[in-house]
Each structure stands twice: as C-alpha cells, then as structure tokens.
C-alpha cells in the first residue's frame, strides 16, 4: 500500500504541506477563501526543534492503536487507510492520547480530524505531497 | 552599399587574336550568377570574368538587390587587358559580379560559384572480363532517363579508352581562350614531358552551344621535377590540378588520370556523348551522368563526372553536410572552385582511397557510415573498426540523398546514401554489370539482364575486374 | 543609520487580499526581507534586502507576491544610465572593487540571435527524427592524421582517449564551494544518465562523487586545489583552466567563510583560509610551459585521460588556441566572455573578453587553415542558451557546448545574480546547510535530465529538417547558417552569409 513517507533531510521546514493540507480538505476552491484570516488545521504538522523539521502524519499502521482504542468506534480501517467517521467521533481524544507519532489532533469544534491520504476529499491524492517544493514528503510503495 | 560588378555575357567568337565580339549574341542564354564577396573571391577578384565569356562591365552602387543604378564602365576585350584597366586605373575592389541576361534583362548571379543542389541520373556499364565496348553503349542508356535531366549539364567517364597511352596521364582540358591555353600550357611543359597535345575531336551537335575549347594532353611527370619537389607522381599530378583549377583563369582540368578520361558538357546527355563521338572510344568501364540543376543553368564545368586522377564520380543528390566536408577536405590540400557539392565527393574519395590508403569498403563506411545503432550491434572487431572510422573521418559522413557510382581504374564502386534516399539498381548479364538510376536506363543497354536488385542504403557495390583481364 | 543614497532597486508587492499569512516567504528568505508582525497580523517586508531571487514568488501558495523594479527613478541621463551611477555610490560608500555573479548583463550583441539555421525544401528531403534515425554521438579528442594498418593489412583501431559523449552538450565548470553539494550531486547524476561529462571546477572532487568519475571532468587551475593523484586518475579527462570568459586575466577567490568542513577537505586548505587561485599559473608563463603541465598530467594518468585546456576568449584566440592544439592538448574549451561566474569583479566581467561566436569561427578557420583541426576536438561554453544556439555552434565548427547558466537555471537559479553573496535562496550557490538542503539532487537530477532531453530532442528536429542525420555533418557546415543584421566585417569573421545570400 502506498503511504506517506518523509525524509527530514530535504525538510525545509517552510510548512507549505500544512497549508495545502488545511485547503485540501478545507472544502473549497479557492485557497485564499479557505484560509485567510482563519486558524488553520492541517492534519499533519510541522515537527521544528530547531535544527531538524519534519511532517508528522499518520503512518497509517497496520495495526493502529488509535482504532483499538476508539471508545465509539470512529476510526477504522478501510483498505489500510486509517480513517475517521466524524459524525461519530464523541472527543474523546484516547485517539490523540494513544497516537505514538502524535499524528491525531483535534480542530476548533473539537472533533478529531486525520490525515486520510486525501482519498476522501476532492483532491484525490496527498495534497501535502504535491505542495511540497523539494520532494521532502512522498507517497510511495516501500 | 557594396560595389557590384555587372558582366553581360555575348557569344564567344574567335574574331582575331582573343577578341570578343560585343553585345551581339543572338541567342541570348538563361544565365545565372552569384553574389560574391570580395574576401571570398580568388585574387585578382575578376578572375571569373574569362570563365563567363563576358564582354561588358558594369559597376554599380549595390544595395540590396536593386541594379537600378548601373553604369557601364568599360568593353573589356578580355582577361589580360581586364588586369592592366585594375592596375593601371586602380580599378576599385569588387564585390560581385553579376551576369546579365539580355533575352531578360536579368541580372542574375554566375553559376560557379555557389553550390547547385541538383536531381540528376546515373548510369553505369563494366565488363569484369575487361571486354571493351563502344561508348554508344552507355548513351543509350541515358536516352530512356531523359527527363531526369534538363538539358543543363551530361557527361561521361570511359576507363581503358586511352590503352597506348596507359602509363601516361591524359589531362581533359576546358579553356575559355587561347591565352588561358598558352599560360596553361606553359605550367604543363615546366613540369610534364607532353607527348601529346590536341583538340579533342567533337563533332557538331546543334544543342550543344556555346563550347568552351576542349583539349587534351597526353603527359608524364618529369622525373627531376618530382624529385625535386619530392612528392609522388599521384600527389604531384593532383597538385597541378589543383593549381590550374584555382589559380589559372580561364582554364579547368576536368580530367586527370591514366587510361581513362572524362567527358562533359552543357546539354542532354545523349547530346553530350554524339558531341564527343564517344562511339569513337572504347573501354572495359563507363559511367554517364545526365544533370537537372535546379535552380541555375549548367555551365561546363560543373557537369558530371568530376574526377580526380583515376577516380570519377558521377551522383545524383544533394549534400546536407556538404560545406562540413568541404571545410575538412580543404585543409588537406584540395580546393573546392567548382562548388558543385559533387566535386567534394571526388576530392573525399581521392583522400581516403589514395591518401589514407583506406579499402573501398572502409571508405564507404566513412562517407555512408552504419548507424551506431547497427554498429552498437555488431561483434567487437567490426563495432572497434567502424568506431574507428566514424570517430577519425567524422567531418567525412556525408549526408543528404545521393546515388553515387565512383569509376577507378579497373573497376567502379556504386553506393547509396545511408537512408536511400535515391534510386539506384544495379543488373548483370554475363561478364557486365550494369548500375542506373532506373531499371529501364539498364534495359535500354542489356534486355536481358538479370539479378536485378536495389542495394540498401550505405551498402556498396563493388565490381573489379577479373585479375589479369586487362 | 547612514544613508544609502539610493532606493532599493525591487518593490515588494504584496496583495493583501490575498495574503494568508502562511509565512512562507519569510522562512524562505534568507535576505531577512519579509516578516511578520504579531500587532497587526500582517506581513512586512524590506526592500532594500530583495534580491529578486523570487524564492517568496515562486513558493507563495496564494500567488500573493511580486517582485517588480522599483519605478523610483534618478532623473533620465543618456551618459549615466542609472546602473553606473548606483555603483559609484556603492563604491563611495564601501571603498572596494564591485562584485558581481553569472554572466555578463550588458546590452552586447549576441551573435547567435543574429544567425538563422537552414531547411530543406524540394531538392533534398528533410528527416523527420521521429521516424528516422538521427545521431547525436559525438567523440572529443585527439585524432590520428594518418591512419596505420598492422602486418594483416588490418586497421589499427587504437584511437587517443577519446570521451564520447550522447549529445554535444556537458556541464561546464562549476566548483564545489561556488555551488553546493547538491548541486554537484544534481549535475553529476544528470551527467551519468545522460550519457555527457559535468565538470568538478578547480574546488576538487568530493568523494562521494568519485561514483560519477566515468562522467566527470576533473579540473586543474592555478590554486591547484584537491589536486592529487587519485582526483586525476578519478575523472574521464583532465581539464587545465587557463580562463574562464566571465574574467579573462584574474584567479578566483572564494572567501574563507565559506571553506568550511568538506569544503576544506576537498580543496586540501585548512578551514578558514581564503581559497586564491592565482591569476596565471605560476608554472605557465608561456606556452611551453603549458605543454609541460599538459604532458605532467598525461603521464600522471599514464596517457589513459584526454587534457582538455580551458581558455577564456580574447582577442587573439585564433592564435592561442592554435598554440594550444600544438601544445599536446586533446580539447580546446574556449569560454566566451558572457560566461556565468560565482563571483567576479564587476569591470572585468563587463568589460574584459569577446563573444564567443566570432571566437569560435575564428578558431576553427584558423585551425583548418594550420590543417590541424582534426587533432584537436573544439568546446565552447560562455552563454549557449538554448538547442538553436547548440546548433548554431556545431554549424560554426564547435564539436560539443558546455553550458552551466542554462543547467543552473534548470536547477532552479532564477538569475538575481547574487552568488557572491552566499545566500542562495535556491541552494545552489550556497554552503549554508538550511540553505543547501532546498535543492534536492532527486528533483535536480530529474530537472537537468529533461532539460538536456528536451535539448536533445530540439537539436534532433533542426537537424533533421536541413536533412543531416548525424551530428558530425552539421559540424562547420557553415553553409547552414545565414546571418541577418550583421556587418561585412562580422559576416566575414564568422565565415557565414547574409540571409537572401
């Protein structure tokens, strides 16, 4: 299954991915109207300890521990995606507390929100790949 | 604004010792001409005004092509006098000459001295038992490809037509006047023992107009000349050639070797071989050519063959690399005044056959090398030689269509460009091989030949003769 | 805070409208232009520190951004374009000699945009490449005026060494230290699937790039840096630098800021030391002493690497460059003078040096005329911006082009010219390792390789439409080319005719 991959060593830390995430499943077609002047909330982050950066998102683990400990039974797997019913996610957050990449993270009505690879938005395939300028974030096979 | 020399060209006539007639032709021709810049031109730059026959010039204030402006400067009478009018009255440098056509009133550029893209055909006959045949033979094999030329240029090579002369090279001259023939001579007795000089018989064919004089010289190197100047025979003949072809005015050698002789025109080829009572000759080999410049008339010499010592080539296409090989050859001692991209064919063959001792093969793989696909392809030993080859005489791939058939002494070599982009088949019939740009070129001299065959592009065909058969 | 005397030469324009205050252009800055202010929620910037790189333009999500010239202008003077007058507030305000980085971005003429490339029409066909075969292999080197034939008769097919290259383009010389690591890793991997040579330039080879050696040309300049056995015997081929077009007649200097960690290692100088390399080598006074160096490094690399002698073009090149053929060099590079550099003083890269066109036509002729053009393989680099200029300089007797603008460009390099300043913005010109890390060598590779196809398959086309279907036949065809507005004098020197001729 192809996943998102990153390699920290052409990480430049400029966060375009975060953006281009936060559009891509902002449900609109204009970036500008989807995030000016707005709190964004890309589902994955820029890692920045001030050397090294890297974009943490979800691995999409074979045996994902956050889906094992979804108390209301809204994440699950779904051809090795890991995705999340919103309408039933109840904020919990064991997801976000069980997460060892720290990839899960809540938005500002608070409900859990993921990467899902942009399979289930109208991008179709990883935003935070294509804006990305130097090839730092991949979605391949390994 | 460039100044502009203007010649008008007349019909030559022998009135007295080199004079011209004046503006008086009556059968105006179709002329061509190029522009030339004075840098380029072979010094005194009027050189090329004997070659044309011409009697008036004009000078004129050239910009653009506009000759509005044409003043008439003088009658030049002919070569010499042209020289001491520059020196005497400062004559100013010229940077073209362009011909005037009367019918017309053109002024238009002189064929000479550019190169002439031209469609063409060939044909070519040989005994491998060395059998003589009359030259009548191989013009029939032109008259059924007559629309392949237009009337402005055929010509012949005969190999084994001069068999007393064998030892000897037989110079085929081109002269404008009897004082280019003088100055001509001259050079040739300095440095040959002549053992025969004469006009080459002709006889009158209404088509063929405006002849130049044609003569031959049956010659021998001087032993003390050559080992003076210590240089072969080949390389020393070759050298002469190139010298009367660039320095002397008026005079071209457009053949040189021994045993052989070449035979050329303006007119149809059917026309050019009943001028030169070619049915009076008889050889083991001829090759015809039959020539359609494009865009400019023929003129003399630039008809087919072109030859050089032995080798002739008589062609049929345009050379794309044409001035990438020309620009090589020409550090090796040879000199392009023909423009004919033809002539630079002779020249490679004459380098890599004489000069760099290559075989026919190995020189066809030069000028019509494999692709480095097939050569990638092949096992070590031919991939190492024809890299070789390809790497070393690079500038000699020659490129554009041709259909060339190269005569030697004893035997010819035919070969196609690499993509064949011309026609060429090749037939035999008992002892003869026979090469035309057309199956009927091949039927027209032998009915019944067989094993009829197009050769694939840069694959030469090579016919000799039977060892001893002549 | 003193006073500048002039206005910034680039606007910031920022569309407000638009901005969403990602702050990319301000992490991505390395001039320190643009940032964000916490009060208003809004991005400022400081012109006066724009470079025009447009690093902020390019990556910029919502195509907030524009950089223009400043339209404050001095007052209109035809003999103090506002260019000249500026520098000579620089130089009032600094006392030094202006730097300046890439080539040459005068007004001068530019031959290859004044020469037009034949078709075929009627009488010859032209090939289409799509369908025929159409060869671009081209062999630089040393060929034998004569060829031998052993006791079978057989040829000998031993030739000098020869690089073969599948297209007659390389990437010129560029050290490493004037561009970064990737950069070299992105040329040297192009290099290598392309089938051409790139160049170390005079900084050394780094060991990780020994990998490549089938593909690189090693360099040897005046400063002699990372030269050492191993580095020669590494390369395909040897390459003496004499000159570079962007500044005929001075040696280089890269400061010692930036010969740092393996920079340092590969050059052989201590960390810190200011890289020189003298204007001349100090071997070579004369031409004899050239042969010396020449015949040194053969046999330091036991005649297994062509030398290649790298000259800037100057006035008398014809002569040089024949001296150069006779001095036992295989390659002759001749860089013409709107050549790139990393840094070089501004008046000499203005000012000092001719156009590599008639510099090209004149070495060629002249080596025809001396009959030894056969023995010497001719590059040229200095400005071949594109596959018509490629052509047009194989028609004018070139055998192979190397370009290094037009690969850095494909790197990224949007020409601001600043190399000297060490900030590449695109982590070409650069050794600060935030900096570096922004050219990836996958996507570098990637981006020179279709640059180069996409060349290849423009040559091809030309080619193919003027009916030649291998390279060496364009070679000096010089009947291929006419000129349009072009002089007597100039038509005459790059031995071409007008158009209509």
């Known amino acids: ?142 | 604004m460039r100044l502009l020399a203007v010649v008008k060209r007349t019909k030559y006539t022998q009135k007295g010792k080199g004079a011209f007639e004046g503006s008086s032709s009556k059968t105006p021709l179709p002329l061509t001409a190029i522009l030339y810049t004075q840098k380029r031109f072979v010094n005194p730059p009027f050189a090329i005004v004997s070659r044309v026959f011409c009697t008036q010039v004009y000078m004129a204030l050239y910009s653009g092509l506009s000759l509005d402006k044409l003043m008439p400067v003088d009658i030049i009478l002919f070569n010499e006098q042209w020289r001491s009018y520059g020196e005497s009255y400062a004559f100013p440098p010229v940077d073209a000459i362009f011909v005037y056509c009367e019918r017309t009133g053109d002024v238009v550029r002189l064929e000479g001295q550019v190169r002439i893209p031209s469609g063409c055909a060939v044909a070519a006959v040989i005994s491998r038992a060395g059998k003589v045949m009359s030259g009548e033979k191989i013009i029939t094999a032109m008259k059924p490809m007559h629309d392949r030329s237009n009337g402005l240029g055929g010509g012949y090579a005969g190999y084994g037509i001069y068999p007393e002369y064998r030892d000897f090279y037989a110079f085929h001259l081109f002269f404008n006047d009897n004082t280019a023939r003088k100055q001509c001579e001259q050079l040739l007795k300095e440095g040959y023992e002549v053992v025969q000089a004469e006009l080459i018989p002709t006889r009158q064919v209404a088509a063929i107009t405006d002849a130049p004089l044609i003569w031959r010289y049956i010659v021998q190197p001087l032993r003390s000349c050559l080992e003076r100047v210590q240089l072969d025979e080949k390389e020393y003949v070759t050298r002469t050639v190139m010298k009367i072809n660039t320095e002397h005015d008026g005079a071209n050698v457009f053949s040189s070797g021994k045993n052989m002789g070449a035979f050329k025109a303006v007119g149809f080829p059917e026309d050019v071989g009943a001028f030169y009572r070619l049915d009076e000759y008889a050889g083991y080999c001829w090759t015809a050519h039959g020539r359609y410049p494009t865009n400019t008339p023929g003129w003399w010499g630039g008809a087919h063959p072109f030859t050089l010592l032995d080798y002739s080539i008589v062609h049929n296409g345009e050379i794309s690399s044409y001035d990438a090989n020309r620009r090589f050859i020409e550090m090796y001692g040879y000199k392009c005044t023909l423009q004919t991209d033809t002539e630079v064919m002779t020249y490679i063959m004459d380098y890599l056959l004489r000069i760099q001792s290559l075989t026919l093969e190995e020189a066809a793989a030069v000028i019509a090398a494999p692709f480095w696909s097939t050569i990638d392809m092949m096992n070590d030993q031919e991939r190492e030689k024809l890299t070789y080859l390809r790497a070393v005489f690079a500038s000699l791939l020659v490129t554009g269509p041709f259909s060339i058939v190269l005569g030697f002494s004893g035997g010819l070599m035919a070969l196609n460009d690499r993509l064949k982009l011309r026609s060429m088949v090749v037939g035999e019939k008992d002892d003869k091989v026979f090469i035309a740009s057309e199956e009927a070129a091949i039927r027209a001299m032998e009915p019944d030949a067989e094993n009829i065959f197009a050769p694939a592009g840069g694959e030469p065909v090579i016919v000799r003769l039977e060892e001893g058969s002549y | 805070m003193r006073i500048e005397y002039v206005y910034p030469e680039f606007e910031v324009v920022r569309n407000e409208a638009r901005c969403i205050q990602c702050r990319v252009c301000e992490r991505q800055c390395a001039n320190e232009v643009h940032s964000f202010d916490p009060d208003t929620g809004l991005m400022l910037s400081d012109e006066s520190k724009c470079v025009n790189c447009q690093r902020c333009v390019a990556l910029c999500p919502t195509r907030a951004l524009k950089i223009v010239k400043s339209d404050c202008a001095l007052r209109e003077n035809a003999n103090w374009p506002q260019g000249l007058i500026k520098e000579i507030y620089k130089q009032a305000n600094s006392g030094g000699v202006l730097l300046s980085s890439m080539g040459n971005p005068n007004p001068l003429p530019v031959y290859w945009d004044k020469i037009l490339i034949n078709a075929s029409q009627v009488t010859n066909p032209s090939i289409d490449p799509l369908r025929e075969p159409m060869e671009t292999r081209v062999f630089l080197g040393k060929k034998p005026a004569k060829v031998e034939r052993d006791e079978g008769d057989g040829l000998k097919c031993t030739l000098a060494p020869q690089l073969t290259l599948a297209m007659p383009v390389m990437f010129s010389a560029m050290s490493y230290g004037s561009i970064s690591y990737n950069a070299h890793e992105s040329l040297a991997r192009a290099a290598d699937a392309l089938g051409i040579y790139y160049n170390t330039g005079e900084g050394g080879l780094h060991e990780d790039f020994y990998r490549y050696g089938q593909n690189t040309i090693v360099q040897v300049a005046s400063g002699r840096f990372g030269v050492h056995k191993d580095y020669l015997a590494a390369g395909a081929a040897i390459e003496i630098k004499m000159g570079q077009g962007a500044k005929p007649g001075i040696g280089g200097h890269l400061p010692g800021a930036k010969i740092v960690g393996d920079i340092s290692r590969t050059r052989m100088i201590s960390e810190g030391t200011d890289a020189i390399s003298p204007a001349p080598h100090h071997d070579i006074y004369s031409i004899e002493d050239l042969r010396q160096l020449v015949y040194s490094l053969k046999e330091a690399t036991e005649y297994k690497k062509p030398i290649i002698v790298k000259v800037a073009a100057v006035h008398n090149i014809a002569a040089i460059a024949g001296g150069i053929a006779r001095s036992g060099a295989d390659i002759i590079a001749i860089d013409g003078f709107r050549g790139g550099t990393g840094a070089a003083p501004t008046r000499i890269r203005d000012n000092v040096g001719i156009p590599i066109e008639p510099a090209l036509a004149a070495v060629d002729q002249r080596l025809r005329e001396e009959g030894i053009r056969n023995q010497t393989s001719l590059v040229v680099g200095g400005s071949i911006r594109s596959a018509a200029d490629v052509v047009k300089a194989i028609a004018l007797g070139a055998d192979a082009c190397y370009i290094a603008t037009a690969a850095l460009l494909a790197l990224g390099c949007h020409l601001c010219r600043s190399c000297h300043t060490g900030k590449c913005n695109w982590g070409i010109a650069t050794q600060r390792p935030d900096l570096v890390k922004r050219l990836n060598p996958d996507i570098g590779s990637e981006r020179l390789i279709r640059l180069m196809t996409a060349w290849k398959h423009e040559i091809m086309e030309l080619m193919g439409g003027m009916g030649i279907n291998s390279i060496e036949s364009l070679r000096g065809n010089r009947l291929m080319l006419r000129g349009v507005n072009l002089n007597e004098k100039e038509l005459e020197i790059l031995g071409i005719s007008h158009a209509g001729e």
């Open chain 1, 1 to 142: 299954m192809k996943r998102i991959f990153v390699n920290e060593k052409w990480c430049l830390g400029c966060r375009l991915c975060e953006y281009y995430c936060a559009f891509a499943n902002s449900g609109e077609i204009n970036m500008v109207k989807a995030l000016k002047d707005k709190p964004i909330y890309p589902r994955l982050r820029v890692e920045d300890d001030g050397g090294v950066t890297y974009a943490v998102s979800c691995r999409h683990c074979t045996d994902p521990l956050c889906v094992r400990s979804c108390i209301a039974a809204a994440l699950s797997v779904d051809a090795g995606v890991v995705t999340i019913d919103r309408d039933r996610c109840v904020s919990c957050y064991t997801c976000i507390l069980v997460c060892p990449y720290g990839a899960l993270a809540h938005d500002d009505a608070g409900v859990v929100r993921k990467c899902e690879l942009c399979l289930n938005n109208a991008i179709g395939q990883p935003a935070c790949v294509a804006g990305c300028p130097n090839r730092a974030i991949v979605y391949e096979e390994r």
